[in-house]
């Protein structure tokens, strides 16, 4: 059975997946990947220094740094959704900016070397929302609009 003959592919993917890929949308997926490459670095440094070291707690080290390697999870996999140009994958990219927000605005309180880490998350965060919101991106994802019933 072809592609043609599949109505179940035809839904998966977007109508103009065939094109190339706006330069919007890989924008985003990059900072997703970015932002998750991030949570998995943190979440090892974590780790090996709760194992490694002499923490104050180590089982709230450990936790922590498996934690962020955890949630490190939903970044990645919008990131390779976005790239693949899958609708769902715009969702899980949106909460992972909105979910970064607060984190940069906590750094950004600190008296410490976090505060440049807090404007780069917050800056990497506005960005990737304006591009997840782009009507190009939305459009590339296959994603249509309260009464956009042009389909």
Do not use: F
């Not at 072809?2 to 977007?14: G, I, K, L, V, Y």
């Not at 924008?27 to 002499?54: N, P, S």
């Not at 979910?99 to 404007?119: E, R």
Request: hydrophobic share 50%; glycine share 14%; proline share 7%.
């Amino acid at each position: 059975m072809t592609t043609e003959q599949n109505p179940a592919s035809e839904a998966a993917a977007p109508a103009d997946a065939e094109g190339p890929r706006p330069g919007r949308l890989t924008g985003a997926a990059a900072l997703a990947g970015l932002e998750g490459l991030g949570l998995v670095a943190g979440g090892g440094w974590m780790l090996v220094a709760g194992l490694t070291g002499h923490p104050d707690d180590r089982t709230a080290a450990v936790t922590g740094g498996v934690t962020l390697i955890a949630l490190a999870l939903l970044p990645l996999l919008a990131a390779r959704g976005l790239l693949a140009r899958r609708g769902w994958s715009r969702g899980p990219a949106v909460i992972t900016q909105i979910l970064a927000l607060p984190v940069a605005y906590n750094l950004l309180q600190a008296d410490s070397i976090a505060i440049p880490a807090g404007i780069v998350l917050g800056v990497v965060a506005v960005t990737a929302l304006v591009l997840l919101v782009n009507p190009e991106t939305t459009r590339a994802l296959g994603i249509r609009g309260p009464g956009d019933a042009s389909k």
